[in-house]
């Protein structure tokens, strides 16, 4: 593995909302084939990184890979029981390496450890790829919600899906320490 990156995952820090910004748009950059425009402003992810539900990977003094994850009942349209795992977002030339699974995992411990007794996770139905991917990690299909969140190029619908996960409610999301991270 390279030695540039870093060993343990911290929060987001309202410095990161640019480069933040930056590396989800260029992350989800293949979907402006269906999608107008870019995934997310920073104004969404400066909301998103006061309310502590990013995490990230630094690289080269940079962030190379980040997670949004949600403690039960935090995320609108899922069950309250459930944590949500979302704009999962790798630096193409880090791609391949096992960052996207290891931020997947730390989101499943901490979700744990809030006492959540599922992850759960939307993908667009035109990004294949991606379903196989969570699927390899245990996830599966429960059902699909409209895609509303952005103007439309071509017809696509969100996938929903989830992994059980073993709850401990010992902790919550925003508790310092919780599967490493800082």
């Known amino acids: 593995m390279n ?21 989800i748009n260029s992350a989800f950059a293949i979907e402006r084939a269906f999608i107008d425009g870019d995934r997310t402003t920073a104004e969404e992810i400066a909301s998103l ?7 990230v990977l630094e690289y080269a ?11 039960p ?36 411990a901490m979700a744990e450890a809030a006492g959540a007794t599922s992850m759960s996770l939307r ?15 245990g996830y599966r299909e429960v059902g699909t919600t409209p895609f509303t969140h952005h103007s439309l190029k071509r017809p696509a619908h969100f996938i929903d899906m989830t992994r059980p996960l073993a709850a401990a409610a010992c902790y919550s999301v925003g508790d ?4 490493g991270v800082a």
Not at 84 to 103: F, T
Not at 123 to 136: D, F
């Open 73 to 108: 009942g935090q995320h609108p349209g899922v069950p309250p029981s459930h944590a949500y795992l979302g704009m999962l977002s790798v630096q193409p030339e880090l791609q391949g390496m096992g960052l996207g699974v290891r931020l997947v995992r730390v989101a499943e």
């Open 123 to 137: 993908i667009v139905n035109l990004r294949e790829e991606l379903s196989r991917w969570y699927k390899s990690l």
């Open 176 to 179: 310092a320490g919780v599967a």
């Open 3 to 23: 030695t540039s990156i870093a060993t343990s995952v911290r929060r987001a820090r309202a410095t990161d909302t640019a480069a933040l910004t930056a590396l």
């Open 49 to 55: 990184i006061a309310s502590g539900c990013f995490l």
């Open 61 to 71: 003094g940079g962030i190379g890979a980040a997670v949004l994850v949600q403690g």
